[in-house]
């Protein structure tokens, strides 16, 4: 049987006219027309700089977000905003415990942290796995920096877009338990809070259904500044029994969205 042979096809792109030129480079990744097309030739690294590209490329992928916020923010960068992607998507890293304790700041209670697949259903979770704690108060936190993420000073300081959080919690049928949450946006510093919330629901009893509960809030009007998410939680069981019978903490997000800016400068 005779061997397959590929053959390289490479086509020459530079003399189609710019309109051809950007609808092909909008099915190109976004990273890669940073990292790539940019370095091809000035040509190419003027069609990649200019607003014109990204518009069609997100109005192909229905980028709706990153359109409606072009159209009320004048300092925009569109390169950054589809290649870091921080509108609408969780912020927070290992939301489930899939990757264990990993980027999580953690302190350990009793026998710590444990991570076990969820005893009651979470409906729409993408994974069905959760953080369990033991019988003392077992904390954990992340620092997210929005900067790093891809939001930019004056969308943070001017426009102020809302700042989402959400976690869920669940006890085990057998044992009760208690848990809490504090969120705190902090300013360049990371120590200067410039608004917080914190819950401390009524304790799940024993012999409880085991379903999960949500806490969410959402961050508006808060003023200019904002630099981190501070997200923290904790749990323990009311018994005190040895093992892994307190809250069940899973699905954690912090999501930025732009659906209504405080205003349009």
């Given at each position: 049987?005779?061997?397959?042979?590929?053959?390289?096809?490479?086509?020459?792109?530079?003399?189609?006219?710019?309109?051809?030129?950007?609808?092909?480079?909008?099915?190109?990744?976004?990273?890669?027309?940073?990292?790539?097309?940019?370095?091809?030739?000035?040509?190419?690294?003027?069609?990649?700089?200019?607003?014109?590209?990204?518009?069609?490329?997100?109005?192909?992928?229905?980028?709706?977000?990153?359109?409606?916020?072009?159209?009320k923010c004048r300092s925009f960068s569109w390169q950054k905003m589809c290649v870091k992607t921080p509108l609408s998507r969780n912020?927070?890293?290992?939301?489930?415990?899939?990757?264990?304790?990993?980027?999580?700041?953690?302190?350990?209670?009793?026998?710590?942290?444990?991570?076990?697949?969820?005893?009651?259903?979470l409906v729409g979770a993408e994974q069905q796995i959760c953080f369990v704690t033991s019988f003392m108060w077992c904390e954990k936190?992340?620092?997210?920096?929005?900067?790093?993420?891809?939001?930019?000073?004056?969308?943070?300081?001017?426009?102020?877009?809302?700042?989402?959080?959400?976690?869920?919690?669940?006890?085990?049928?057998?044992?009760?338990?208690?848990?809490?949450?504090?969120?705190?946006?902090?300013?360049?510093?990371?120590?200067?809070?410039l608004k917080a919330f914190s819950l401390a629901p009524d304790p799940i009893p024993q012999w409880n259904d085991t379903r999960y509960?949500?806490?969410?809030?959402?961050?508006?009007?808060?003023?200019?500044?904002?630099?981190?998410?501070?997200?923290?939680?904790?749990?323990?069981?009311?018994?005190?029994?040895?093992?892994?019978?307190?809250?069940?903490?899973?699905?954690?997000?912090?999501?930025?969205?732009?659906?209504?800016?405080?205003?349009?400068?």
């Amino acid at each position: 049987m005779p061997s397959l042979q590929y053959v390289a096809f490479f086509m020459d792109l530079e003399p189609f006219p710019e309109e051809i030129l950007l609808l092909i480079l909008s099915f190109v990744p976004a990273q890669d027309l940073v990292l790539r097309c940019r370095l091809v030739s000035k040509r190419w690294k003027r069609l990649v700089d200019a607003p014109s590209l990204w518009r069609i490329k997100c109005e192909r992928e229905r980028r709706k977000e990153i359109l409606l916020l072009a159209g009320k923010c004048r300092s925009f960068s569109w390169q950054k905003m589809c290649v870091k992607t921080p509108l609408s998507r969780n912020l927070l890293r290992n939301p489930f415990g899939v990757e264990i304790l990993n980027h999580w700041n953690v302190t350990h209670g009793a026998l710590g942290w444990g991570v076990e697949t969820n005893i009651s259903i979470l409906v729409g979770a993408e994974q069905q796995i959760c953080f369990v704690t033991s019988f003392m108060w077992c904390e954990k936190s992340q620092i997210i920096d929005l900067l790093q993420e891809g939001l930019e000073e004056h969308l943070l300081d001017v426009h102020q877009p809302s700042i989402c959080i959400s976690d869920w919690y669940a006890g085990r049928h057998e044992c009760g338990c208690e848990y809490k949450i504090k969120v705190q946006l902090l300013a360049a510093n990371k120590q200067t809070v410039l608004k917080a919330f914190s819950l401390a629901p009524d304790p799940i009893p024993q012999w409880n259904d085991t379903r999960y509960h949500q806490v969410s809030y959402e961050f508006r009007d808060y003023g200019p500044g904002v630099r981190y998410v501070k997200f923290r939680h904790k749990g323990r069981d009311t018994k005190l029994w040895s093992g892994w019978y307190g809250a069940r903490i899973t699905n954690s997000s912090v999501t930025v969205k732009c659906d209504d800016l405080t205003c349009c400068g």
